[in-house]
């Protein structure tokens, strides 16, 4: 049971590109009464994910593992910056992500880019309205 939650977790913080996990933590946070947060997907459980659905290799796990360990570490400091508007931080986190997606995209075959790019589409596409995919659905 405890996998299967996990395994659904991991899907839909990776799918929606990890931006609106951290922009929904931060918008909880700011309004209403207080709620039971869940902690940030780790570097180590989206690179778990990204081995699973893009067949990485070992030498690019090892590429691509202080990228994410980076981006998390922007991310957290950026959520505990409290001089910086909702606004200013959602366009950094942004900005982070996108870095380290093109860093990602530099160590990936062609393939697995094609499918990267799949992947982060279908995270666009709940950003904006999007249903929430479950694992396996395009």
Do not use: W
């Amino acid at each position: 049971m405890k996998k299967s939650l996990l395994c659904a977790l991991l899907t839909a913080a990776m799918a929606c590109g990890g931006t609106a996990l951290y922009a929904q933590q931060d918008t909880m946070s700011q309004s209403g009464p207080p709620q039971q947060h869940r902690p940030p997907v780790t570097a180590e459980q989206r690179l778990q994910y990204l081995t699973k659905q893009l067949n990485l290799t070992s030498d690019q796990q090892e590429k691509i593992k202080p990228i994410l360990e980076n981006e998390n570490s922007q991310m957290q400091t950026l959520r505990q910056d409290t001089t910086t508007s909702r606004d200013e931080k959602m366009a950094k986190m942004h900005e982070i992500r996108q870095g380290s997606d093109d860093q990602i995209k530099a160590i990936l075959t062609p393939d697995q880019q094609q499918k990267f790019a799949q992947m982060q589409n279908r995270g666009q596409g709940q950003h904006h309205g999007g249903a929430m995919q479950g694992p396996g659905q395009p």
